[in-house]
């Protein structure tokens, strides 16, 4: 019962990295260390909600599943950043 357990939130973390990552518009190559660094507070929220997948899922379903507010952009020196997009311009996205 406990390897269920322990398989079923693997799966689900491997989930949250692939869901998080497309919703912010990165492709599931590998992160550099630039775009990690310059994206500091999109790595550390991704970390969070990694971590507590479930508790996250409840509460993006509940909110009535609302877009992203992170969008991955290109630098001046070639690496890609995950900026957080106000409301106004992520209302005009969507």
């Not at 692939?18 to 790595?43: E, H």
Request: no cysteine; glycine share 10%; aromatic share 8%.
């Amino acid at each position: 019962m406990e390897a269920a357990l322990a398989i079923t939130y693997l799966v689900g973390v491997l989930g949250a990295i692939i869901v998080g990552r497309s919703r912010a518009g990165l492709s599931q190559g590998r992160l550099s260390p630039a775009t990690v660094l310059g994206s500091l507070p999109w790595f550390m929220t991704q970390i969070f909600t990694l971590l507590f997948w479930p508790v996250t899922l409840i509460a993006w379903l509940v909110r009535g599943r609302p877009a992203s507010p992170w969008q991955a952009v290109d630098a001046r020196d070639g690496s890609v950043r995950v900026r957080r997009v106000p409301a106004g311009e992520r209302a005009a996205r969507d």
